[in-house]
């Protein structure tokens, strides 16, 4: 497996895994680095993957200076690696919806985390990530997402997720193919909700989207989220 690294917006990174076995074509696993006075990383990577994923992001942020750390709900491929990040990263502190901290990272980190209120914003220095809560979207009671303010960029963790190696970034619709990787995993949570968190995301309008499973998005994402959205209503009314 090679790790891969590729800048996708201003000082923000997308660490990219490839794993042959998951899915024809390979399935990503991709973490970013939000690199600012206060680092942010965005997922962990599995435990098995600590080696790869720390030694990528040291090659931008030292270690020692990595802040905080953070990911969109917990499984392994989210936040497996989170110990090992904390033992190697004495400055981190991991943070998270203040319901995920309660429910399983107050007992599962090895250092106290900081729990994130909805909306609370995150003044990293130079950059700024604004958590947004979203129970069961795609699926985690604990589920939230985080918006990079200064970029317009939203990390939207297992949202629009699909399998292959695709480039680190595209412009193409990549809607079709969410459907497909969907199709595959049935991994989202269809709630009544589930749409309507989702269009409440595309009122952000982002720019673009840092996506944790596949390649990251740039265009019309308010566009793209609505789609999903859509596409998700009508898995639910289908039943
Ligand atoms: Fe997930
Ligand atoms: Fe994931």
Do not use: K, T, Y
């Given at each position: 497996m090679q790790t891969s690294t590729r800048?996708?917006?201003?000082r923000i990174y997308r660490i990219s895994t490839c794993v042959p076995d998951v899915a024809p074509g390979g399935f990503t696993f991709n973490q970013f680095l939000i690199d600012a006075d206060e680092p942010l990383l965005f997922h962990t990577g599995p435990r098995r993957m600590f080696p790869l994923v720390s030694e990528a992001v040291a090659r931008i942020v030292a270690l020692q200076r990595l802040r905080w750390i953070t990911f969109g709900h917990v499984e392994a491929d989210e936040c497996g690696a989170m110990n090992e990040l904390l033992a190697a990263a004495p400055n981190a502190q991991v943070a998270h919806d203040a319901l995920g901290v309660m429910v399983s990272i107050g007992d599962l980190a090895d250092r106290q985390p900081r729990p994130l209120g909805p909306d609370e914003v995150l003044d990293l220095g130079g950059k700024r990530v604004r958590n947004i809560d979203t129970p069961h979207?795609?699926?985690?009671?604990d589920a939230h997402v985080i918006h990079e303010e200064t970029t317009n960029t939203?990390?939207?963790?297992?949202?629009?997720s699909q399998v292959g190696e695709g480039p680190a970034i595209t412009t193409d619709d990549l809607v079709e193919a969410a459907g497909a990787a969907e199709d595959m995993f049935q991994a989202t949570c269809l709630t009544p909700q589930t749409g309507a968190t989702i269009r409440a995301l595309a009122d952000?309008?982002?720019?673009?989207l840092a996506i944790m499973h596949g390649s990251s998005f740039e265009g019309d994402c308010a566009g793209a989220l609505r789609a999903l959205a859509d596409d998700y209503d009508r898995r639910l009314a289908a039943g």
């Open positions: 800048e996708i917006a201003d979207v795609p699926h985690g009671w939203l990390f939207c963790g297992d949202l629009m952000l309008a982002p720019a673009r």
